[in-house]
């Protein structure tokens, strides 16, 4: 498989993700026959999706194949404001992660793959006019990953792994309304990331047939956008104008989002040769999400000839600061399959994640809170090389509610006030071939 | 497996849109009246309760006075009035007694003020073109039934009471914005105390006193000798006015209702928006050896001295600025456009002393009372960001006051009836929602 040809696929194809899984904007939506069992998997070698779980135990998958999985992510996020009235809506957007892998080698040997996948992304719509416009109209964030790997087994009972995470795609469009004196503008800040590289990597132990343990560490990206476009729309034009448009003169931004590291364990247990069950712990290093700063440069001209007072300004500053103080957050995850026959299998699964925004720092763009996870899944084998997967998660955020004198207490009045609820509906699909 | 993966993906999307049909709710708490009942609401008070904005009455700010947006919000309850009155203006007369506007002056944003000079700025004003004993211009009668709103702008406790108006018309020939409510008969005999009384609410709010140290405050600290109420009001009479005022409409206890304090005005862009520092500042940059802006003080023993940062000077001192006055100490800054030191001082310590009888005489009379004081205070040190949006006690820039520097924005006036609504809900148990400010206005702009 070439590099080139995946990459071809994840800009037409991966799109854009939902806050999907996990706290924060990460989406734990690595594989199919995981997903159906609550997102385990770093304990497991169930198949070609190791890579995105655990790299160290691709080598002990048995068969060489290839993959390929999207989701149908469908969030359902409502918000009250602190004020009373009626209840917003967001708007309803269908988004699709997805994921492919592609590995060879011999089995219980060594092997080679390469695998595509979105760890990270967001996509929200707010009602027209809501509360919030001028905090946040709109976001999507969105990541791709590609990740050359290698696994080798030291013996039948261990294995390793690593690969190179690659930040082959990434882009950030944030909207929201400009409170203008005049009438609300709005600002739309549009860049994609520079290609950026980590490190995947993990170990698995097989003790017996009955126990499988792992062990990963997927390390932190920066996804940097550097030259930005800045966009308005819906400026004055009236006499006021040049009063009132002079602090709108950047054409351009630079800003940082961190795409944190993220550390996971996980057991395997098969008591018996159709069941598997397994238990992962993740924590996810959000602490290293402080602030969210955007730095604007050039001039569009609207504060008349340029100079570098006029220079790079969105509402009258060159910069624009805002806080975030993420904290790291814990997931645990539990599933199970079993297999009914030799063509079907079975899965549940459930999952509590735990929120990596604090009290006070909630944000429309990410209105987490802790997270009951529920998942089904099975998978259909017409012949011994053929699986079709399909999977179901349920996800209900815990009702997450920000009071005014929070938002003034932390100085986070940048966001606000209010009282948010999300459940996300995300049906799955996968092929995988194997031989 | 192409083949698969095409069919079934718009399947599994519409299952996904069919089991996300469900949409999360939230359950707010209901609003409700608590103890108190708002099925009749009358608002007293000076042109802050009126809706006076940009130095006017005038309709469209009128229609955003802090009791209308009460009124509004009181509603959401269930108890709520079934209507609530206000005296406004003849449409064709809607700009009332005209109001201040921002315009383009040689380029740049100013504030300009209706007159004959520039045709009223097209103004549908209300005067009848006679004038009052008072000077100040007739406005056309409102002839509908008393309003609920009885915000009288200018308006103080002492000259509420006929008692205090020291030898002079009585107060209802004096103030066009209380003439204009009375009949003929009335105009000579009823004072505010008993206008009010005519009315018999279940609640009210009453925002009365601030005239009574704001009058003296700016007009620079110089009282006229025509005018009785253009002195700070003394504390006795204070009392017994605002006594008067509270016991009325309380009807001793039985009627409720919230009065507010008064705020420290010297914290009001009127003061704060022409600095001592930035008029010796612009004299420096005309005359290098400029050693600063000369006032006319109150002091009898130095009636003439250079400004400190704790003098304050009027927001209308800007044009006497600007024709050189203050720069030497034969051409001082007229006395009435600087509050200096020992006169601000003075009001401060007046409105305590008022703030003290306000907070004493609603605690005997069984009503809630509002801290605007310590609430402005906060507004004006801090500004108020409310769901994204930065507001602060700059003029024109900050979207809370209005063009004369004194009076709110309609986003002001929502503002104070959030802070209204939270005492209410407060003393009474009551669950009033507030209101989302952004959606009023603040300062128009010229388009």
């Given amino acids: 498989m070439m590099l080139k040809t995946l990459l071809l696929a994840s800009g037409t194809l991966l799109g854009s993700a939902a806050t999907a899984a996990a706290s924060g904007f990460q989406i734990n939506l690595g594989g199919q026959q995981n997903i159906g069992m609550g997102g385990v998997g770093v304990g497991l070698s169930l198949d070609q999706a190791a890579m995105f779980y655990n790299p160290g135990a691709l080598a002990m998958v048995r068969a060489n194949g290839v993959q390929v999985g999207a989701n149908f992510a469908l969030a359902r996020g409502a918000y ?3 004020n009373g009235g009626a209840q ?6 269908l988004v699709t992660p997805f994921n492919l892998y592609a590995a060879f080698g011999k089995a219980g040997k060594y092997k080679f793959g390469v695998a595509v996948y979105t760890p990270y992304g967001s996509q929200l719509r707010y009602a027209d006019n809501w509360e919030g416009r001028y905090s946040l109209t709109e976001i999507n964030l969105q990541s791709v990953y590609v990740q050359p790997t290698f696994s080798y087994a030291f013996s039948p009972q261990f294995s390793v792994g690593v690969g190179v995470t690659m930040l082959a795609y990434g882009s950030v469009n944030l909207q929201k309304d400009l409170p203008l004196p005049t009438g609300p503008a709005h600002l739309t800040l549009d860049g ?13 132990f097989k003790p017996s047939d009955k126990l499988s343990l792992g062990i990963s560490y997927r390390s932190k990206i920066d996804a940097q956008v550097k030259g930005g476009n800045v966009s308005y729309s819906g400026l004055a034009t009236g006499a006021s104008a040049p009063a009132v448009n002079r602090g709108f003169t950047a054409t351009n931004f630079d800003a940082t989002l961190p795409l944190p590291a993220m550390a996971s364990v996980g057991i395997g247990i098969m008591p018996t040769e159709k069941l598997t069950i397994g238990f992962d712990a993740s924590l996810v290093f959000w602490s290293a999400y402080r602030t969210l700063d955007f730095a604007f440069s050039g001039n569009n001209g609207n504060g008349g000839t340029a100079t570098a007072a ?11 600061t805002s806080k975030r103080y993420y904290q790291d957050a814990l997931a645990f995850r539990v599933g199970g399959q079993y297999k009914a026959t030799d063509q079907l299998i079975l899965r549940l699964g459930s999952a509590y994640d735990f929120a990596a925004v604090k009290d006070g720092y909630v944000t429309p763009e990410t209105p987490d809170a802790d997270r009951y996870i529920a998942t089904a899944g099975l998978t259909y084998q017409p012949n011994p090389h053929l699986g079709i997967d399909a999977s179901f998660q349920f996800e209900r955020f815990a009702k997450r509610s920000q009071s005014q004198s929070d938002l003034l207490n932390n100085g986070t009045t940048d966001r606000v006030a209010g009282t948010y609820r999300t459940d996300i509906f995300i049906p799955g699909i996968g092929v995988r071939y194997s031989f | 497996m192409n083949r698969i993966f095409k069919y079934s993906a718009p399947a599994l999307g519409l299952l996904g849109l069919a089991v996300g049909g469900c949409q999360p709710n939230i359950d707010a708490p209901a609003a409700a009246a608590g103890t108190a009942d708002f099925t009749s609401y009358v608002a007293v008070g000076n042109s802050l309760t009126s809706g006076y904005s940009d130095g006017g009455l005038y309709n469209e700010a009128q229609a955003t006075s802090y009791p209308a947006i009460l009124a509004q919000q009181f509603g959401k309850t269930g108890k709520g009035p079934a209507s609530f009155a206000q005296p406004s203006f003849a449409p064709a007369q809607q700009d009332g007694s005209g109001h201040v506007k921002l315009q383009i002056v040689n380029g740049a944003l100013a504030p300009v003020v209706p007159s004959a000079a520039n045709g009223y700025l097209g103004e549908k004003l209300a005067a009848t073109g006679s004038a009052l004993a008072s000077g100040q211009p007739q406005l056309a ?8 709103n009885l915000g009288v702008p200018g308006i103080s406790v002492l000259s509420s ?3 205090f108006t020291g030898g002079l018309a009585p107060y209802g020939l004096l103030n066009p914005f209380y003439e204009r409510l009375l009949t003929a008969a009335e105009k000579p005999s009823k004072d505010y105390v008993t206008y009010i009384g005519q009315k018999t609410p279940t609640f009210f709010t009453c925002w009365m006193g601030n005239n009574d140290v704001l009058t003296y405050a700016s007009n620079g600290g110089v009282a006229s000798a025509a005018d009785p109420f253009s002195n700070l009001t003394d504390t006795t009479r204070f009392g017994i006015g605002y006594r008067a005022i509270l016991g009325t409409m309380s009807k001793k206890g039985t009627v409720a209702g919230i009065a507010a304090n008064i705020p420290n005005v010297t914290g009001i862009p009127y003061f704060t928006t022409v600095t001592v520092a930035a008029v010796a500042a612009a004299f420096k940059a005309a005359n290098a050896a400029s050693p600063g802006v000369f006032i006319q003080t109150s002091s009898t023993t130095t009636p003439v001295r250079l400004a400190t940062s ?4 009027t927001l209308t001192a800007q044009a006497v600025v600007a024709t050189g006055a203050g720069s030497t100490p034969s051409n001082p800054l007229p006395n009435k456009y600087v509050l200096d030191a020992d006169e601000a001082a003075a009001v401060v310590a007046r409105t305590i002393q008022l703030n003290a009888i306000i907070a004493k005489t609603a605690r005997q009379n069984k009503v809630a009372l509002a801290d605007m004081n310590t609430f402005f205070t906060t507004v004006a040190q801090q500004g108020v960001a409310f769901n994204a949006v ?10 809370l006051f209005g063009l004369d520097g004194v009076h709110p924005t309609p986003r002001g006036y929502a503002l104070l009836a959030n802070e209204f609504i939270r005492n209410i809900n407060n003393y009474y148990g009551a669950s009033i929602p507030t209101v989302n400010i952004n959606e009023y206005r603040g300062v128009v702009f010229p388009q």
């Avoid at chain 1, 990331?193 to 698995?204: I, R, S």
């Avoid at chain 2, 930065?390 to 979207?399: I, K, L, R, T």
């Fill in chain 1, 80 to 82: 009250a404001s602190d």
């Fill in chain 1, 88 to 93: 917003r809506d967001l708007q309803h957007l």
């Fill in chain 1, 192 to 204: 994609t990331t520079k290609f950026q590289v980590g490190v995947n990597a993990g170990l698995y």
């Fill in chain 1, 310 to 320: 006029n220079t790079g300004l969105v509402g009258g500053s060159t910069t624009s």
């Fill in chain 2, 141 to 148: 009668a409102y002839t509908g039934a008393q309003p609920d």
């Fill in chain 2, 161 to 163: 009471v006929s008692a």
């Fill in chain 2, 310 to 313: 704790a003098d304050l000077l």
């Fill in chain 2, 390 to 399: 930065a507001n602060s006690s700059a003029f024109v820039s900050g979207n």
